[in-house]
């Protein structure tokens, strides 16, 4: 069984300094166009990956199962996606871009609306069983607000789908700084 084991960090991306400077990264930084919705069942969603490599289209079921996290993806057709789109609760834009580092891998998402970024949020994935995350990558650094405490679901991506959730979190984060 897959068990997800991943760490949030909540990134400032003042005037999009950050995403130009990971556009120009790649390589070794992978950018990838996200499509994503959540489905009328707990834990589950559809995505689209729009690469230079073509376009990929996946099937996830996520929960909690104890004090692990399942996630299990299967590859569907367009076709299929089309049809399941159609079922969508929340749904959500983002740019991604991802960096294979060692045996983690890092991915930083900026969520968009109308083509404009509203939220900035890198993740760590790691190995099973490992607890404390990585130091995150140098151009990422001086970007981090927050390493998010395990479990807190306010920076969940189908909450951040919100524009006006994610505001709300980014207005409480510069309070407490």
């Given at each position: 069984m897959p068990i997800e084991n991943e760490r949030k960090f909540v990134l400032r991306d003042a005037e999009g300094a950050l995403e130009r400077a990971l556009a120009s990264a790649c390589p070794p930084w992978r950018r990838f166009g996200i499509r994503q919705a959540y489905l009328d069942a707990p834990g589950l969603r559809i995505r689209r990956f729009d690469d230079p490599d073509g376009i990929q289209h996946i099937f996830s079921f996520k929960r909690p199962v104890g004090a692990e996290m399942v996630e299990i993806e299967t590859d569907i057709s367009a076709a299929d996606f089309q049809r399941l789109w159609t079922l969508r609760r929340?749904?959500?834009?983002?740019?991604?871009?991802?960096?294979?580092?060692?045996?983690?891998?890092?991915?930083?998402?900026?969520?968009?609306?109308?083509?404009?970024?509203?939220?900035?949020?890198?993740?760590?994935?790691?190995?099973?069983?490992?607890?404390?995350?990585?130091?995150?990558?140098?151009?990422?650094?001086?970007?981090?607000?927050?390493?998010?405490?395990?479990?807190?679901?306010?920076?969940?991506?189908?909450?951040?789908?919100?524009?006006?959730?994610?505001?709300?979190?980014?207005?409480?984060?510069?309070?407490?700084?």
């Amino acid at each position: 069984m897959p068990i997800e084991n991943e760490r949030k960090f909540v990134l400032r991306d003042a005037e999009g300094a950050l995403e130009r400077a990971l556009a120009s990264a790649c390589p070794p930084w992978r950018r990838f166009g996200i499509r994503q919705a959540y489905l009328d069942a707990p834990g589950l969603r559809i995505r689209r990956f729009d690469d230079p490599d073509g376009i990929q289209h996946i099937f996830s079921f996520k929960r909690p199962v104890g004090a692990e996290m399942v996630e299990i993806e299967t590859d569907i057709s367009a076709a299929d996606f089309q049809r399941l789109w159609t079922l969508r609760r929340e749904s959500l834009e983002k740019e991604r871009y991802h960096l294979a580092d060692g045996s983690c891998g890092w991915d930083v998402d900026f969520f968009k609306r109308g083509g404009l970024t509203y939220f900035a949020l890198a993740e760590v994935e790691m190995p099973e069983g490992r607890v404390e995350p990585p130091p995150p990558p140098a151009i990422l650094a001086p970007h981090v607000v927050l390493l998010v405490p395990r479990g807190d679901e306010r920076f969940a991506s189908k909450k951040l789908a919100d524009p006006a959730h994610a505001a709300r979190m980014t207005r409480e984060l510069a309070a407490a700084t």
